[in-house]
């Protein structure tokens, strides 16, 4: 059974198997979560993502793909790597990507061995994605996967940084019952 949780804060704190990282395709690095992750997690988290690119992704990691690798000094064990869309309204392609990123990050999650995932709202800050749009598509792939597949992930918690994300979440939540 896959629970579906969401808490208000910050996703570097969560004690849980795997956080998921809203990279970007270069995986060394950013802003936001990404900085947060590589700044709290250490120099072993970008070693880690620069062995990657060299064995594996030559060209980067697309869009909607995810990848794992240490959680270095942070209490999860994992980062899972997942690169999100940039918004850009009218093109519904980028939404499937955005669902992507949570079927993959799990899969990988559940590869993996994780039993507690935390993910945050990809896309959300730097790409730009509405925050309700990009919650409706978040939650509805979660539930799907905690509905279709035999994952040994227990929880995925979704963790948001500020109130006014904490509360469109859990609106929307209400919202798909
Ligand atoms: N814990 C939880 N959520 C957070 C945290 C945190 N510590 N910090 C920010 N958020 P963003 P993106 C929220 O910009 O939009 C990077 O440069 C934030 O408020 O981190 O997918 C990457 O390298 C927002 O709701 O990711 C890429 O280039 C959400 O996390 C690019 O940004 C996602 O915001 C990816 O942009």
């Not at 899969?107 to 730097?126: C, F, H, Q, W, Y």
């Amino acid at each position: 059974m896959m629970e579906i949780t969401s808490v208000q804060g910050d996703i570097t704190e969560q004690a849980v198997d795997a956080v998921v990282n809203a990279a970007n395709s270069s995986l060394l690095g950013g802003g936001g979560v990404d900085g947060a992750i590589h700044r709290k997690g250490g120099p072993e988290i970008l070693a880690a993502c620069r062995a990657l690119r060299a064995s594996h992704y030559g060209k980067g990691l697309a869009t909607g793909r995810a990848v794992a690798t240490t959680a270095g000094r942070l209490p999860a064990r994992w980062v899972i790597h997942t690169v999100g869309p940039r918004y850009a309204a009218g093109e519904p392609g980028r939404a499937e990507l955005l669902a992507s990123c949570y079927r993959e990050s799990l899969r990988v999650a559940d590869e993996l061995g994780a039993r507690t995932v935390a993910v945050p709202a990809v896309s959300t800050g730097i790409y730009g994605w509405p925050v309700r749009d990009a919650a409706r598509i978040a939650l509805r792939t979660v539930q799907e996967v905690a509905l279709g597949t035999e994952s040994q992930v227990v929880e995925v918690r979704f963790v948001l940084f500020g109130g006014e994300a904490f509360e469109v979440f859990e609106s929307v939540r209400r919202e798909l019952g």
